[in-house]
């Protein structure tokens, strides 16, 4: 049973939320006109690629001559490290995060007082898009430190005047006990961390529904429509998605709604366009591609034409919950981290899709890539379920083939299954990691 009540969402800023497309685009260009400016009169980096694009901030004149612009990369970002691109005077800054850089060099991010309060702004519409009150507490256990998931759901909750609780992950005793004890309305956090909590309930012995939590903003890792009914049916909550990446701003870039249609874009800050990954042109409305965010008003580190890579489309009809700002569809995948095996392109969630829907097995699952011989090879790990796994006894092999068919069906190659025993897998208690390529491509 669902503690979530409709009733309770609204919308925090429906002068910006509700806007006509009209006067949001005239809104946008202006400020575009004026970052642009701001860019190449701050930042050496965005002055030389200007300057080697031929263009000029005086030829910005509509929305569309914002592809005059050149892209900036995750690259440019790593040789910009640590502070490079920042547009603002070392004295305006006030905070700074910090991408992981497990890939690389991390990318370093200034936020000044203005752009802590836009990101506030920006998770306080979330926030009260799930329902949210001045009068509620929000458990926060997404991470804090350099990482600024933990941070901007913590800003948006006291925007609205809610208590935050700052849990950060890990300890998940405590965690439960705090859920229990010192009842949040809400929870924030990655969701397969979330099934975790969950799962570690009913480990206990108690039934996750018997918390008090109604909903919450779940997100900084991939997931799907299977993952979201699991954790809804678990706690009996509203799990909105929501979206973000710290070049940007952190999460509340964009943010789903009660109507589960896509998150809205914060298009007043955040000016998106979905692109060819590999021509780099500008799609058609509707059209699936990677998605680029220019940032229109931040004054610490603006972004202009970020590419993000990570694949969505947008849906620009109007959402029946009122708002009127674009939509992006859940994240289907990252341009560089789909595996290619055997020629063939597969999205990890693709696979997590056929292994939520079925029953017998855990939300914990591992995919290993390697290349034994010559050839690739996926192994998917799974973990049959605590309750299956006492109630009955299986054929085990036949159950192993009857995933292995149902991934094969999905991705269109074959695969090795592995079932594992109940809780042998690896849980997150931040980001989880399911993929493992072993594969070496020197
Ligand atoms: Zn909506």
Known sequence: MSKFNEEDVYIFNPERECMSREDLKELQLKRLQKVVKYAYENVPFYQNSFDKAGVKPEDIKSLEDIQLLPFITKDDLRNTYPFDLQAAPKEDWVEVHSTSGTTGIPTVVAYTQNDLDIWAECTARGLASVGVHKNDIVNVAYGFGLFTGGHGAQYGAQKIGALAVPMSSGNT???????????????CCTPSYALYLAESFEKEGIDPQSVPLKGGLYGAEMWTEEIRAKLENKFGISAQNIYGLTEVIGPGVSTECHIKDGMHIAEDHFYPEIIDPNTLEVLPEGSEGEIVFTSLTKTGMPVIRYRTKDITSLKYDKCDCGRTTVRMSRITGRSDDMLKVKGVIVFPKQIEEVIMKMDELSPAYQIIVSRPGILD????????????????????????HKIAKKIKEAIGIGVKVTLAEPYSLPRSEGKAVRVIDKRDFS
């Open 173 to 187: 005793q405590r965690q439960m006990n705090f859920l229990k004890d010192f009842p949040a309305d809400f929870l």
């Open 377 to 400: 090879m996926i192994e998917v790990q799974v973990e049959i379920d605590q309750a299956t796994f006492k109630d009955s006894i299986i054929d085990l092999e036949g159950f192993k």
